[in-house]
C-alpha cells in the first residue's frame, strides 16, 4: 500500500491495483440493485480476503469507528469480537453464529483487518483457515501489502465506497510467475438493507 512507479502486472479493477500470484483467484461481488461492484474477494489456498475501499476524511482515520460498528453488528447478530494485534496494527477476530448442512450449530470467525490511508481505508475480511492460522494467512496478508488504492481527486463523503470496476480489457495480465491467473468471476450477487 505505497506509491507505485508503474502500474504493469497489476490487475487494475478501479480504486485497487491488485498484484497477481501463483494461484490467485478474483472474483467481484456485485451488488443486484445497481449492478455495482462492492467488493473484490481473493481466493488463495482455500482461505480467502474480502477487500473494500473507502473515501475517509484528510484529518482523521475511520477504522476506529469502523471497529467498533463491526463489533456491534457482530454482537446483535448473537456473535463475538475480540481485538487482536497483528501484522496491520489492531484487528478484530469475530465469531459469528452459522449452521452446518447437517443442521448442527457452530461458528464462522472472519478476521477484520483495516489500513487508513490518505483520504482512503482499505478494509480486509480474512475467511476460512487464515481467519484463525496466521500460517495460513501469510500469502493473502503478503498480498495485502501489496495492494495499491488508488483514491482518485474527486471529493466524496467519508465511508463512500470507492468505485470498482472489472478489468479494462476484462482480462487479467499474466506475467511469467503467475501463469494460471485467470479473469476474475462474477462472484455473489449481494443486496443491502438499511
Known sequence: ????????????????????????????????????????TMDLNGSSLQLQAFAAPRSEGLWDEIREQIGQSVGSQGG????????F???????????????????????????????WFLRGV?????????????????LFRQIVVVRGENPMP??????LRLPKDNAVPAPQSAPDLERPERGPEITQIG
Open 1 to 40: 500500500m505505497s506509491e507505485i512507479e508503474d502500474q504493469d502486472g497489476y490487475v487494475d479493477l478501479g480504486a485497487l491495483l491488485i498484484a497477481p500470484a501463483e494461484g490467485l483467484q478474483l472474483r467481484l461481488e456485485v451488488e443486484e440493485a445497481t449492478q455495482r461492484v462492492v467488493a473484490v
Open 80 to 87: 463475538q469480537v475480540e481485538e487482536v494485534q497483528g501484522g
Open 89 to 119: 496494527g489492531t484487528e478484530l477476530l469475530a465469531k459469528l453464529p452459522a449452521s452446518g448442512a447437517d443442521g448442527s450449530h457452530g461458528y464462522r470467525v472472519a478476521r477484520f483487518i483495516g489500513v487508513d490511508g490518505p483520504r
Open 126 to 142: 480474512l475467511g476460512g483457515e487464515a481467519a484463525v492460522d496466521r500460517d495460513a494467512a501469510a500469502g493473502l496478508e503478503a
Open 158 to 163: 467519508p465511508r463512500d465506497l470507492l468505485q
